[in-house]
C-alpha cells in the first residue's frame, strides 16, 4: 500500500471498556452496503463479462505477458525453503521428497496438497537463496505441474482457494519461474495465468462464504491488474471484491470463521493485492484499506503480551514474529482491539497480563471446517510467558496432528471453561461439522476500581441438562489477580433435570509445572525461570492431569491441566476461584 494507515480510534485500546450488557446472536452478516442501483449495475456487469464477446476479447487481441512484478510483502520461511533446495518439501513435520513427487497423483494430507498446489513454497524458496540458485529449482517443479495440471482441471489443484493463491504468487515470484529463456515454457506459463482467471470468473459466486471466497476474488482482481486488457475484468472483480469483503466480516473487522489464522490470511491476500495495485501505479480501493484498517486491530485483540497469537478455532499458536510480519505488510499501524462484539472475542489487560475470552457462539458450520466448541473459555498470559491456554491447532493436521486428534482439540474439554456431563457446549457430529448448542451469549462488560469486569453467559447446556452457564472474571489493574466464578443457573423455561456431573478445566502454557497444595483446594504453578502464580478454588475436588499445547507449527507438547471436579444440583451450582501472582 501507498503508506501506513492509522487505524480508526474506534479499534484502539484507547477506549473506555464499558459496552451495554446484550447478546450476541449467532448470525452471518446479510449482503449490505449496496443500494438496488448499485447490485442491478453490478448484475449487468457481471452478466456482460460472461458474454461471447468476452470470450472472443481473450483470443489474441492482446498480448499475454505480465505488466509487472508486485512486491511479495510477506517474508518466506528460509528453513522450508532450504529445504526444498536441498530435495524435499517440509510442512508441518511432513515430508515429501521432490524425486518422488508425482503432482498428478498428490498423496499428502490436505493443508499440505494446498500448500503445494498453490505455491505459497515459492515465498519460502525465494527467502533461501538468490535467484540465480533457486529460478531452476522453482522452474522444474512449475514445468512438473503444469504437465499435470495445466490443461486439466481437477481438485484440488484448481480450487478457487488455490487458484487465487497462484495467480498471486507467480506474479510475485515471477523472476523465479519466468527467467528460462524457453518460450514454448514461458508461454504456457502465461496461458495458465490466463486461464486461472477465466476459471475464478466462473466459480467465484459459486464458492464456499469464506477466507477461499475472499482468495478467489482478490485473483480475479489481481490478475485483471497484471495482465493487458483487463479494465472489464476489474471492473467485474472488484464489485465482486467488494460484496464478498461485506458477507466475510463482522463489522469490528473480524472473519466470519472466527478463526485467527483465517484473519491472518485474509489481511495477507488483501496486502499482496494492494502491492499489486501498487506495482500499476493506481490506488487501492478504499473498500480494501477500509477492510484492512478494520481487520488488523482485531487480529491483534487475539496476541498475548509477547505478541505471539491465542490458540481458537483450531489455529494453533503463531508466533510472534509471523504476526508482526502480516501486520508490516498490511501497512496499518494500530493498537489491539479490546472488545470485538461480533466477532466474538474480549481482551482483558492489567500491566503485563493479558486475559483473552472467547464471547460469542461459534462459527456457523457451513464456514468453517474446525470449529471449535470454546464458548466462554479464556487464556491468560503473564510476558512471555502462557499460564492459562487452550490445546488448539485442530485445524494443523499433519504428521503431529492426526485427524482423530484434531477432532478431540475442537472439543469443549479441550479449552479452559467449563464442561457439564463430559459434553460439548456445542455438538460435534459424526461428520466434522458443528451441531446444535450455544445460540446465544450474554455479555456484560465493564471497568471498575477493582479491575476489568466481564460477566459472560451461554446457553449450550439449556436444552440438554436444563443449566446456563455464567462465567465472572475479575483482572486486578496490576495483573497479579485474576477472579472468577463459574455458575450453573437452571434454564428458564425447562424442567429439571437432576444432579449434573460438571468440570472446571484449566489448561496450563507448556513451561509451567503444577504441585497440589496439602488442603487439596490450591496448586503452585512454577516457570523456570519466571514467576511463580498460585490457584485456589473455594470447592470442588482439585486434580493435576495430562494436557497438551499445540504450537504454530502443529507440535503437540505435553503440559499439565487443572480440573475442579463437582455435582451441581437441580437447582444449580458456583464455584469461585482465583490465579494469583505470588513472585
Known amino acids: 500500500m501507498n503508506g501506513a494507515t492509522d487505524a480508526p480510534d474506534s479499534s484502539s485500546e484507547t477506549l473506555d471498556d464499558t459496552i451495554e450488557p446484550g447478546k450476541r446472536l449467532i448470525r452471518l452478516p446479510a449482503d449490505k452496503g449496496l443500494s438496488l442501483g448499485d447490485r442491478i449495475a453490478n448484475h449487468i456487469t457481471r452478466l456482460t463479462w460472461r458474454t461471447p464477446l468476452h470470450a472472443l476479447r481473450l483470443k489474441g487481441r492482446f498480448p499475454l505477458k505480465l505488466l509487472g512484478v508486485p512486491e511479495d510483502p510477506v517474508p518466506g520461511d528460509a528453513r522450508a525453503g532450504t529445504a526444498i533446495r536441498a530435495g524435499h518439501f517440509l510442512h508441518r513435520g511432513l515430508k515429501q521428497p521432490l524425486a518422488e513427487l508425482d503432482f498428478a497423483a498428490v498423496t499428502v494430507a490436505p493443508a499440505f496438497a494446498d500448500y503445494l498446489h498453490s505455491f505459497a513454497w515459492l515465498r519460502d524458496l525465494a527467502a533461501a537463496g538468490t535467484r540465480a540458485e533457486t529460478a531452476p529449482i522453482a522452474e522444474q517443479l512449475v514445468r512438473q505441474w503444469l504437465a499435470a495440471h495445466g490443461e486439466t482441471v481437477s481438485e484440488p489443484a484448481w480450487s478457487a482457494e488455490n487458484s487465487g493463491w497462484r495467480i498471486l504468487f507467480w506474479a510475485s515470484h515471477a523472476p523465479l519461474i519466468l527467467s528460462s529463456s524457453d518460450l514454448i515454457y514461458r508461454s504456457a506459463v502465461l496461458n495458465h495465468l490466463a486461464r486461472s482467471a477465466r476459471h475464478l470468473d466462473r466459480i467465484a459466486d459459486k464458492t464456499r462464504p469464506g477466507v477461499g471466497q475472499l482468495v478467489a476474488w482478490v485473483g480475479i482482481v489481481a490478475a485483471s491488474l497484471l495482465m493487458p486488457g483487463g479494465e472489464p475484468r476489474q471492473v467485474f472483480g472488484e464489485a ?34 494492494a502491492r499489486t495495485y501498487d506495482m500499476r501505479r493506481m490506488e487501492v480501493p478504499p473498500f480494501v484499506q477500509e477492510v484492512l484498517a478494520r481487520a488488523v486491530p482485531a487480529l491483534l485483540g487475539l496476541t498475548h503480551s509477547d505478541g505471539s497469537m491465542g490458540s481458537w478455532q483450531g489455529s494453533g499458536a503463531t508466533p510472534a514474529e509471523r504476526i508482526q510480519a502480516i501486520v508490516a505488510a498490511s501497512g496499518v499501524r494500530t493498537r489491539p482491539l479490546k472488545q470485538a462484539r461480533d466477532w466474538g472475542y474480549q481482551r ?56 482423530d486428534l484434531a477432532r478431540g482439540l475442537r472439543t469443549t474439554a479441550a479449552h479452559s471453561t467449563l464442561i457439564v456431563a463430559d459434553s460439548n457446549s456445542t455438538a460435534i457430529l459424526a461428520n466434522g461439522s ?32 436444563g443449566l446456563i452457564h455464567r462465567r465472572l472474571l475479575i483482572l486486578s489493574p496490576n495483573g497479579r489477580e485474576l477472579r472468577g466464578e463459574d455458575m450453573l443457573l437452571p434454564a428458564p423455561r425447562t424442567r ?82 482465583i490465579f494469583k501472582h505470588i513472585g
Open 240 to 273: 465482486g471484491l467488494r460484496k464478498v469483503l461485506e458477507t466475510s466480516f463482522y463489522a469490528d473487522g473480524g472473519t466470519i470463521s472466527r478463526s485467527p489464522q483465517a484473519q491472518q490470511d485474509a489481511i495477507m491476500v488483501l496486502s499482496m493485492l
Open 434 to 465: 458443528l451441531g446444535k448448542g450455544v445460540t446465544e451469549v450474554e455479555l456484560d462488560r465493564r471497568e471498575t476500581t477493582q479491575g476489568s469486569r466481564l460477566e459472560m453467559s451461554h446457553d449450550g447446556y439449556a436444552r440438554r441438562h
Open 496 to 577: 429439571r433435570k437432576g444432579e449434573k456431573s460438571f468440570a472446571l478445566r484449566f489448561h496450563l502454557g507448556p513451561n509451567i509445572s503444577a504441585s497440589l497444595t496439602a488442603d487439596g483446594l490450591g496448586a503452585l504453578l512454577r516457570i523456570a525461570g519466571g514467576p511463580l502464580w498460585q490457584f485456589r478454588t473455594s470447592e470442588g475436588s482439585l486434580a493435576v492431569e495430562e494436557s497438551l499445547w499445540v504450537d504454530g507449527e502443529g507440535r503437540p507438547h505435553p503440559t499439565e491441566q487443572l480440573v475442579v471436579t463437582s455435582i451441581a444440583p437441580a437447582g444449580g451450582a458456583s464455584i469461585g476461584w
Open 348 to 403: 482483558l489487560v492489567g500491566n503485563k497480563v493479558v486475559v483473552l475470552a472467547d464471547a460469542a457462539p461459534p462459527p456457523i458450520a457451513r464456514v468453517t471446517e474446525a470449529g471449535c466448541a470454546s464458548t466462554l473459555a479464556f487464556e491468560m498470559s503473564d510476558g512471555d510467558e502462557r499460564i492459562v491456554v487452550n490445546c488448539g491447532g485442530a485445524a494443523l493436521t499433519g504428521a503431529t496432528v492426526p485427524a
